[in-house]
């Protein structure tokens, strides 16, 4: 790609750089700049559909208890209606273990019932809280001083966060785990009224909770399937996507939206490209005045593009095909990831990477980290350096967690992981794609020259369908979709 000559060409003519220990202060934005554009940042789009989102997942849960409550409730008069049934048959002896078993269902249902208002006071209580914060955020928004707003989404986030935070913790635990009263009663009495020693039992017939949760900055909790391993992945061939418009184009990133239809850069042309899941064209987005260099998905309907030359990132708003920020750097942009609350950039040429908060515009400086091409998931920043050939693991803090290298990692490009965690690398020299495990310490080949790939430079993965997105070489038109 004409993006990594680039960055070669660029890392051996350019003299070396040494920042100063206030170089961070030197780049930073006066307030007054700030706080200008803090309520037209999407950045406030973002942090609205997150706590809109954390109330009506707060609404669910209380509902969802109640009815359990409510459930339990009936479940309970239900087993009493058989106990007393199964009681009028039988003799005046069973009396005493009758009622022991009613002792027994009352002490179930109180503890069931403890433990759902206790959960259902805690969790309305934050619900409460959130309602209000819902109301103080529209206020702050319409009323609120540019400062005051710029205190408030800060103390708003760290509140969100939290409430976010149990949230996740709350559908992770056994908490609502959907708990049933059963009563079963012995089918001996109707035969054997003096040999029975018990009336019966009660038992709490267990199963996982129903609600499904609007997913916060990543997407919904996945069923439990297992896991499979690196020698069962095998893709295959779907589609190849068709750019309608009869132009030569060559397509240097892409990525996949939620909604499984991909976005594609044709640094040719310059413009930013929607096309279907299975390959057929949909609409150009806009238009862009630089050559692009990466692209990735933010949130809702934003994309993030960078601009390796032009040391710039632009968010894209992909429905309404526009602009709506621009971010300039004092150096080179070239791979660019997003979790919904930070960008990562990757700069090779000065071997670090950028994480810019998109609520503040702050930025930190992970520095001797020198890969190209970026992928960021679950708090870890993945990596190549198709210099090196290698694929690499760091934290957010940046330490490195792994690096890995082997003869398979030729000239690595586009990185992707899966619902798994698999790292899935294009190797473009090698012309093959290929998947490391999660811990850094194998891999395997699983697409090559014989499934049509050939000097693949980007790939994207759609984790919810399983969706591959290889884009190859220089066309647009060999661009491949695999199926995992």
Known sequence: MAKNLNCTALSTLAPVVYIDKHQSCQ??????VILKQVKSSAAVRLLEKDVKDLNKNFDDIVEYLRNRISTNANQKTEAIQSIRSMRISIDHHINQLEQQLLKDLETEHSKLKYKMETLLREVDKRAKQIRKLQNEFSNMTKYATELQTYVGLTEIEKITSKEANYMEALKRGPDLNECNLHVKTSS??????????????????????NVLANARRKDQAQYLVPIPTIDQIKPSFLNTLKESRGKENRFADCCILPDGNCIVLDDVHKCLLMLKNNGTFIRSIVSLKEIPDSVCFVK????AV????????ALVDIGKCQIDRNFNFPECCSGIASDGQVLVISNPLHEKIIVMNLLDESKKYLNEIHVHCISLVDGKIYGTNFLKNT?????????VLWTFKHKYIDEPMGIALDKNGFIYVACKRGNKIVVVSSDGKSSRTILNQDNRIENPCSIAIDVKSGIVLVTNGFRGEDSLLFKL
């Open 27 to 32: 780049t930073m934005k006066p307030l007054p």
């Open 188 to 209: 001996d009495l109707d035969f054997l009224l003096h040999d029975v020693k018990s009336f019966g039992e009660i038992r709490v017939d267990t199963h996982p909770c």
């Open 300 to 303: 809702d309907d934003t994309v």
């Open 306 to 313: 960078s601009f390796y030359t032009a040391c710039e990132v």
């Open 391 to 399: 694929v690499s693991c760091y934290k957010m803090s940046g330490e």
